[in-house]
């Protein structure tokens, strides 16, 4: 624990810095080389300095890539059952690892199958779906999952053995696929708070039956690092790595229609946003309907809540997407769209 950094201190200088960085490249094709004369010795570490002194995140250090988890569906090992239903198993394992979260910031994260967030869950309606969850970890973790399912699956302490599953030891959840939506999954061990943060989550993607209109589409699970142990976040992102589709904007094509799959797993504030800059998108909330329940351009989500956004560009060129909180897009919660023709 690095005592004597507060949130407070990181916060301001490290803001200031992002704000010039994000402005100098908005503004030009340049990233600035060297650090703002404004950030002092506290700006060390921060996520914001360190993309304002354009460094970058390495993902094969990582083990994983924004770009490619945007994309990552897993639908398992396919099989069918005696009755002819269709069967999907995954193994997941918990395992400890050090991830970097913004260029220069390390952060000692929990995590399933190595990656934050966790391997993105698809089904269709109806499937039955089998998770055997392994804990490689040294602290007892779970897997709770949002959707319908028996109490002894709900993977929470007091739910049997799925609820307290020990280092070493295994569990295997199974229920079938329901309602069809936008969901997910987290570790529900406590303290909660810390597990979550840990980094111990990931989407489920519940295909209704026949699927909806072909797309391309993306998973973005809005999450955050408490890098300085203050029950405070340090860094924001959507899947974890702070400013990654700023620096390597998200490139889609005018007129196909983008398939947001968007997750709100932040802790320790209560709200997180989605702002999408030169456009609207609707907005299906939970993904329970086909039916679109809004037409907007902003949308807020507590933790655990989800929402499927679909979008169609008109027009070519760079588009903004980020918190429409100033404080988290400064410090890493920023995106763009490369719209080209
Ligand atoms: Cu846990």
């Known amino acids: 624990m690095r005592m004597g950094i507060t949130r407070a201190t990181l916060l301001g200088s490290a803001a200031a810095a992002a704000g010039l960085a994000a402005a100098g490249r908005i503004a030009g094709p340049a990233p ?170 990931g989407a489920v993607v519940i295909d209704p039956p026949g699927g909806r209109p072909a797309a391309r589409e993306l998973v973005m699970v809005q999450n955050a690092f408490d890098t300085n142990f203050d029950a405070a976040n340090e860094v924001y992102a959507v899947n974890t790595v702070a400013f990654a589709y700023f620096e390597r904007p998200i490139r889609v094509r005018r007129g196909e229609l983008v398939r947001i799959y968007l997750v709100n797993v932040l802790e320790y504030d209560p709200v997180n946003s989605f702002h999408l800059h030169g456009n609207f998108f609707h907005h299906f909330p939970t993904g329970t309907s086909l039916t679109p329940a809004e037409y907007t351009d902003t949308i807020s989500q507590v933790q655990g809540q989800r929402g499927i956004l679909e979008v169609r560009f008109p027009h070519t060129g760079r588009f903004m997407f980020h918190a429409h909180k100033s404080e988290f897009a400064e410090l890493g919660w920023v995106g763009l769209f490369e719209v080209t023709g």
């Open 32 to 201: 600035a080389a060297s650090p703002p004369p404004d950030a002092g010795p506290a700006a060390h570490g921060g996520a914001a300095h360190h993309a304002a002194a354009a460094g970058s995140v390495d993902p094969a250090a990582n083990g994983f890539d924004p770009h490619a988890i945007l994309e990552d569906f897993d639908g398992g090992v396919v099989s069918r059952d005696a009755a002819g239903r269709t069967v999907r198993e995954w193994t997941i394992v918990a395992q400890n690892r050090e991830i970097e979260v913004a260029p220069g910031v390390r952060y000692a994260a929990w995590t399933y199958n190595g990656r934050v967030p966790g391997p993105t869950l698809r089904a269709t309606a109806g499937d039955r779906m089998r998770i055997r969850f392994v804990n490689g970890g040294d602290h007892v973790h779970t897997m709770h999952f949002h959707g319908i399912h028996p109490a002894a699956m709900d993977g929470i302490p007091g739910s049997g053995p799925g609820g307290l599953v020990h280092p070493g030891e295994a569990f295997t959840y199974e229920f079938t696929a329901e309602p069809f939506g936008l969901h997910l999954y987290h570790c529900h061990s406590f303290p909660l708070a810390i597990h979550i943060a840990k980094g111990l989550y």
